[in-house]
């Protein structure tokens, strides 16, 4: 166990629909991290939030959007879902703003149909 | 961009025997190291990492990691496995300069007792 949580555990949604997904990354740890893992594949980078602002991103459309609030919870929204994006999507915390050292959390698995 | 690749995905020894993991990455400059595991059922978490120095790279459990510059590579190694050895390995690269993080595909680790 890391001390990083995720809500919900699994999640059915059909295409078109809106998802919001949360995590609560590990105590003292200010640096959130979001993935995308499709079956057979490794984790993808979607964003990175640190201290409440988004600090880098990956290859990802803007559908895919990001809050980090002042507890250092995190949420990963997703709109207009289409079928390429049932996935399990992980969150990491670290500290200081580097990816040095991530914490990962169990991971929300998603299903669009 | 950056590409990790993990030429084994999957993989199967009996206890004792010895493992050597492939990574093998595409960015010519600076970089971190990165091996993850992931055993069934529990969180991806840090198996070692290289950032400078000595390029043997020791981790938990009895794993180690070379990285090899000429060869744009940073293989996983144990000498002896053991069946709770069984799990998903990724491998990731960090750019110098960069904090996002680029992941293989993974390989599955099946020892048998």
């Known amino acids: 166990e890391t001390g990083v949580t995720q809500s919900p555990t699994h999640l059915i949604k059909t295409r078109g629909q809106q998802v919001t997904l949360r995590c609560s990354s590990q105590?003292?740890?200010?640096?959130v991290s979001w993935y995308q893992q499709a079956l057979g594949q490794g984790p993808q980078f979607i964003f990175q939030y640190y201290r409440e602002e988004e600090n880098g991103r990956g290859n990802f459309p803007p559908r895919f959007s990001g809050l980090q609030f002042p507890n250092y919870s995190s949420e990963l929204n997703v709109n207009a879902l289409e079928l390429d994006d049932s996935a399990l999507y992980l969150c990491?915390?670290?500290?200081?703003?580097?990816?040095?050292?991530?914490?990962f959390g169990p991971g929300t698995r998603l299903l669009v149909l | 961009a950056q590409s990790v690749s993990q030429h084994n995905h999957h993989v199967i020894l009996s206890e004792a025997a010895s493992l050597e993991l492939g990574c093998n990455y595409s960015y010519g400059g600076t970089v971190n190291l990165f091996w993850y595991v992931q055993y069934p059922g529990q969180h991806l978490q840090l198996l070692l990492k290289?950032?400078?120095?000595?390029?043997l790279v020791k981790g938990i459990k009895g794993f180690e990691a070379e990285f090899i510059k000429s060869k744009f590579s940073f293989n996983l190694r144990k000498p002896s496995v053991q069946w709770s050895d069984t799990a998903e390995y990724f491998c990731a690269v960090i750019e110098g300069g960069s904090y996002i993080p680029t992941f293989g595909r993974g390989t599955s680790l099946i020892v048998h007792p």
């Open positions: 290289y950032f400078s120095g000595d390029p």
């Open positions: 990491a915390s670290s500290l200081a703003g580097t990816s040095e050292t991530q914490y």
């Open positions: 105590s003292g740890h200010n640096t």
